[in-house]
């Protein structure tokens, strides 16, 4: 086997080099139905299949309270070292961006933005934990965040 056909076997099973693939009307279908399908089911408000209490969930995994203080705290720091740390790599994007690496910029960038999700991810768990209360919104969260109390929504 030579050179080139090795490297078309193995871009292969990564890219789909198949001409007739791409231009073909059934295989636009299937992939428009697909993106429409995981769209819906992504924005849709569907109930939970299984409900669960936290106090349930405790039960279940026989969770003392001191580990759930503990593990709470965790959630905490952890999400506050994300912070840290995605704000000191914005601080590095800046400064490797006014020295013309740009490509270096938008890695440093969304390093950044992947560190405020996990942030993200670990504050909102320590804000279900605090709340002891499972499938907390994001508009709970939100709310939480705010000064400003509301008794209703705008």
């Known amino acids: 086997m030579g050179f080139w056909k090795t490297t078309r076997k193995i871009v292969g099973h990564v890219i789909d080099i198949r001409v007739d693939r791409w231009v073909d009307f059934e295989y636009h279908k299937k992939t428009l139905r697909y993106l429409r399908d995981e769209w819906k089911r992504l924005f849709s408000h569907q109930k939970p299949t299984r409900s669960e209490e936290f106090d349930e969930a405790v039960q279940r995994l026989s969770l003392t309270p001191d580990d759930l203080a503990t593990q709470t705290q965790r ?37 950044a933005f992947y560190a405020l999700t996990l942030a993200f991810r670990f504050h909102f768990w320590y804000f279900q934990m605090s709340q002891r209360k499972l499938g907390c919104t994001v508009q709970e969260w939100m709310r939480s965040l705010s000064p400003i109390k509301r008794t209703k929504s705008l």
């Open 75 to 111: 959630f905490r720091y952890l999400a506050w070292l994300f912070i840290v740390l995605s704000l000191a790599l914005l601080a590095y994007a800046c400064v490797i961006g006014s020295n013309g690496n740009w490509t270096g910029t938008i890695i440093s960038v969304s390093i």
